[in-house]
């Protein structure tokens, strides 16, 4: 009766064994995607921030615009 047990014991240790070996190589696997995504998350940082300052740019490129129009709206109204 005693082998009967350590071969079950044997069994689930084995078991066990490979369990934390699937469990290993799943832990890699998620690792490497983190660092993909950490990636993505950095190139879509980056993205946001050029587009961010470009919108800047163009906010303040348009307040210009305003300020010549109505410039000019301004010297039209005195000719009449």
Known sequence: MSLEILEQL???IKMAVDTIS????EIEE???RNKILDHESETVRESRD?????NIGLRADHEVWQQRIRCLLGKIEEIE
Request: aromatic letters at 0%; charged letters at 40%; hydrophobic letters at 45%.
């Open 10 to 12: 044997e069994v689930k």
């Open 22 to 25: 699937l469990l290993h190589i």
């Open 30 to 32: 998620l690792k490497e």
């Open 50 to 54: 050029i587009l961010e300052q470009e």
